[in-house]
């Protein structure tokens, strides 16, 4: 787990939200996975940045970990002085078990941790209303990285557990980017009658070098030739549920956006919509044919498209 955010992405708390998202960007370019397939120490730095990123992204968790209340993973912090407060309560039936021989709860190899843990999931699931050694079992917590078309169109994974077993996790269509997923009765199994606890998975969406998200909308660029740009026409473009035909008007210009109604990915309220930025990208080698072609319409038809935009 990371410690510092901040550090992660190359940053200092001061770091505004825009250079908070440009470090993460840059992170993504260079030390992604699929450009960097046999050195893991990139692939670390990079799944450091995307958690990084994930907490940062968001002001109020920002705020919240700057003030010392949630840690780098998103966990809450608990109040100074809460084990020993808690523990010392006389309506805690772990503390009479554990102090009824007059020692003391914090020696003995005590865990302030899965004391915590039980007591707080415990007193909201009615902790004591069974026999005194039932106990509810443990939540526990994993990070399941999945490639940006998986989290897109939904799909299911397995994740393999320290014991060896495996975990079925169904990733839902649309699923975002440290969005938690809770499996119940997928955590430790509980004393006595008590319950197992759930497991709480957490994305790490890989981003994709071909579709950018912004909410619930796919963003592309689309190059696109001189002449599709003057003539206009039929042009093949990626989307995540594959290669559609888009019509590029004539006269299009470098910057100008398309739009794909439903092309985008599943939201609350229905699909968002694909945008398509179009940039014009001259020939790789300029011929003489085309230079001379040029030079005869410019002496014709020649115009300024900064006009009015010029500084005087």
Do not use: C
Not at 299 to 312: C, Q, T
Request: proline share 7%; charged share 30%.
């Amino acid at each position: 787990m990371i410690k510092d955010p901040y550090a992660a992405l190359g940053l200092t708390k001061d770091a505004t939200a825009d250079e908070i998202k440009k470090a993460y960007r840059k992170i993504a370019r260079t030390d992604h996975p699929d450009l960097n397939p046999d050195d893991p120490r990139a692939e670390a730095r990079f799944k450091d940045a995307g958690r990084a990123y994930d907490l940062l992204k968001d002001p109020e968790q920002r705020r919240r970990f700057d003030a010392g209340e949630i840690d780098a993973s998103g966990a809450e912090q608990a109040p100074r002085g809460y084990y020993r407060d808690e523990a010392r309560r006389p309506e805690n039936p772990y503390t009479q078990s554990r102090t009824s021989s007059g020692g003391n709860p914090f020696q003995d190899g005590f865990d302030a941790d899965d004391f915590f843990a039980n007591f707080a999931r415990g007193r909201g699931a009615g902790y004591g209303r069974g026999a005194p050694g039932d106990m509810l079992g443990q939540d526990v917590q994993y990070r399941l990285g999945v490639p940006f078309l998986d989290a897109a169109l939904g799909a299911k994974t397995r994740i393999t557990l320290p014991d060896g077993s495996a975990l079925e996790v169904t990733i839902p269509e649309g699923a975002r980017d440290g969005q938690t997923l809770r499996l119940r009765g997928k955590g430790t199994s509980g004393f006595g009658a008590g319950q197992p606890g759930d497991a709480f998975i957490t994305l790490d969406v890989t981003p994709s070098p071909d579709f950018e998200r912004d909410g619930d909308d796919i963003v592309v660029t689309l190059p696109i030739t001189i002449d599709e740009a003057i003539l206009g026409g039929k042009v093949p473009v990626r989307t995540v549920s594959g290669t559609v035909n888009v019509s590029v008007p004539s006269g299009a210009s470098s910057g100008q956006v398309l739009r794909l109604k439903g092309r985008g990915l599943k939201g609350r309220s229905g699909k968002g919509d694909q945008r398509i930025t179009l940039r014009i990208v001259s020939p790789p080698k300029i011929d003489a044919a085309l230079k001379t072609f040029m030079e005869g319409w410019r002496a014709d038809h020649a115009y300024n498209p900064r006009a009015g935009k010029e500084r005087s």
